[in-house]
């Protein structure tokens, strides 16, 4: 999980839209919940219903897209962090099943 975090906390985490735009020139259904919505990060962050259990959305900017901590409460920083990697794990594994 710490590649996909490192990922997460430099701002290289690609969304499915920013990948289908790159690779596809459109977007496609949502990988995880299958909906007919712009699969960008917001969405598949923190609005997917794929993700039921995810903390709650941060209020801080650089930790909704970064996870950065707010360093408000430790454990929910932590859980930020674990949520957004292992978005970033379930992307990869869509775009390289192989790997
Ligand atoms: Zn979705």
């Known amino acids: 999980m710490l590649p996909h975090a490192m990922?997460?906390?430099s701002?290289?985490?690609?969304?499915?839209?920013f990948?289908?735009?790159?690779?596809h020139g459109h977007e496609s259904p949502c990988w995880f919940?299958?909906?007919e919505v712009f699969p960008d990060f917001s969405h598949q962050a923190w609005n997917?219903?794929?993700?039921?259990?995810?903390p709650a959305t941060p209020?801080?900017?650089?930790?909704?897209?970064?996870?950065?901590?707010s360093l408000s409460?430790?454990?929910?920083?932590?859980?930020?962090?674990l949520h957004l990697?292992?978005?970033?794990?379930?992307?990869?594994?869509q775009r390289h099943p192989e790997t």
């Open 48 to 54: 997917c219903p794929f993700w039921p259990d995810r």
């Open 11 to 17: 701002g290289s985490f690609c969304s499915q839209a």
């Open 7 to 9: 990922t997460v906390v």
């Open 73 to 81: 409460d430790s454990k929910y920083d932590h859980e930020v962090l």
């Open 59 to 69: 209020e801080d900017i650089a930790q909704y897209h970064l996870g950065w901590p």
């Open 33 to 35: 919940c299958g909906n």
């Open 85 to 93: 990697a292992a978005v970033r794990r379930a992307l990869l594994e």
């Open 19 to 23: 990948w289908d735009g790159q690779h």
